[in-house]
Every structure is written in structure tokens, then in C-alpha cells.
């Protein structure tokens, strides 16, 4: 069940699957509320190319080729990304930690986060793996 975390509060370690399009972490967010979202040193695979939430610093060639069809554009193939709710309106890239303040930026209310690899929005049939992530409230 999804609920409001408290500040100190954390969730997880939650599995983040790549072959799913959207990761629901179960954690609803309001206005103004900051997370720190960690990912351990797992390793998730597109096809055969192995990485860690990170991402792949440089692309296959395939990849390069294919970049218009990347979900997050700011983020890098296979970095851990994170969305609000079940949509690609409004994404950020996380990699291995990041801080994140949600400023209401989808205008629903009571959204919740969801992850994902980024990948082309066609290719997570050929994706396996998953890495561990933590989700922990700071303001």
C-alpha cells in the first residue's frame, strides 16, 4: 500500500526491475518534500551491456544511434530514473544517489514515485536484472 513517508522515514531495499517500464516504490509524494534515493552496487543489463544504476557512461553504438528514443534525455542508458507517478512528463535522473525536492510539478495530488531503467521507450523486453534502492525522507 502506497502511504506518506515522515521526515527519517525510508522504504526498501525495493527491487527496481529493468525489463518494467515503471517501478511503483510505493511512496506518495506532496509539495516540498525532499528524498535521498540510494542504489547499491547491483547490476542491471540491456541485452547483454551490464551496468549499475550509474548508467553506461558510453553508449553502444546501437544506443547512439537510437538516442531519440530514450525515455529521459537528461539521463544516460541505463541510469536509475525516477518519475512522477506513472507518466514521462516529469522525470529526473537519479544514477547511484541523489537528493530530490518534488515541487508539485504534475499537479495531481498525492502522486506516486515510481523508477525505472532508462531505456528506448520500445526495449524492455530485452532488459534483465534489477538493482536494490532506497528510498529515505529528509525534509
Known amino acids: ?15 527496481i526491475a529493468s525489463a518494467n517500464y515503471y517501478n511503483p516504490t510505493g511512496v506518495l509524494l506532496a509539495p516540498g518534500e525532499t528524498y535521498e534515493i540510494a542504489a547499491d552496487d547491483s547490476r542491471w ?17 546501437m544506443q547512439s544511434m537510437a538516442h531519440w528514443a530514450l525515455r ?16 514521462d512528463t516529469c522525470m529526473f535522473p537519479i544514477g547511484m544517489h ?6 508539485g510539478q504534475s499537479g495531481d495530488t498525492d502522486p506516486e514515485l515510481c523508477l525505472f531503467a532508462n531505456d528506448a521507450w520500445f526495449a524492455y523486453l530485452n532488459n ?7 528510498i529515505k525522507r529528509v525534509g
Not at 540491456?46 to 557512461?57: F, P, V, Y
Not at 534483465?128 to 532506497?134: A, E, F, M, N
Open 72 to 87: 529521459c534525455k537528461e539521463g544516460r542508458w541505463f541510469q536509475l530514473i525516477g518519475a512522477v507517478g506513472r507518466s
Open 128 to 134: 534483465h536484472g534489477s538493482v536494490k534502492v532506497t
Open 98 to 103: 541523489a537528493a530530490w525536492t518534488y515541487t
Open 45 to 61: 543489463v540491456d541485452w547483454h551491456l551490464a551496468s549499475s544504476a550509474d548508467g553506461r557512461i558510453e553508449p553502444s553504438l
Open 1 to 15: 500500500m502506497a502511504r506518506h513517508l515522515a521526515v527519517g522515514d525510508s522504504s526498501g531495499p525495493l527491487a
